[in-house]
Nanobody
Framework: QVVLVESGGGFVQAGGSLRLSCAAS????????????WGWFRQGLTNEREFVAT????????YYADFVKGRFTVSRDGAKGVAYLWMNSLEPEDTAVYYC?????????????????WGRGTPVTVSS
């Protein structure tokens, strides 16, 4: 079983930055961490859970939703077993609960149904 725990959310003013972390344990820990694609999704109060960014398991290619390109960066630290979402130039529209997800041998899908493990989310609030 893969266990994911997000952290790093909080309150920030528009234009500010946050770094979200996703710590993996269980079946995705240790060397197994590098077998997974790491996706980030978000869900606002009235929206469906939408794709934000992902990092594939193999060559580390990253993919982003159009609305975050140039502002957000996804990365991972295999030694620590942590995936990150670096968020810059935050806007009030970025307010949401952010979730990380793991897809074993994933190629970096935007489809949330491809991911077999999810964290519980961390809330981000951006004030204007």
């Amino acid at each position: 079983q893969v266990v994911l725990v997000e952290s790093g959310g909080g309150f920030v003013q528009a234009g500010g930055s946050l770094r979200l972390s996703c710590a993996a344990s269980g079946a995705a820990s240790g060397m197994a961490f590098t077998r997974y694609a790491w996706g980030w999704f978000r869900q606002g109060l009235t929206n469906e859970r939408e794709f934000v960014a992902t990092l594939d398991w193999d060559d580390g290619h990253s993919y982003y939703a159009d609305f975050v390109k140039g502002r957000f960066t996804v990365s991972r630290d295999g030694a620590k077993g942590v995936a990150y979402l670096w968020m810059n130039s935050l806007e009030p529209e970025d307010t949401a609960v952010y979730y990380c997800a793991a897809d074993e041998y994933g190629v970096g899908s935007r489809d949330r149904d491809r991911y077999e493990a999810w964290g519980r989310g961390t809330p981000v609030t951006v004030s204007s």
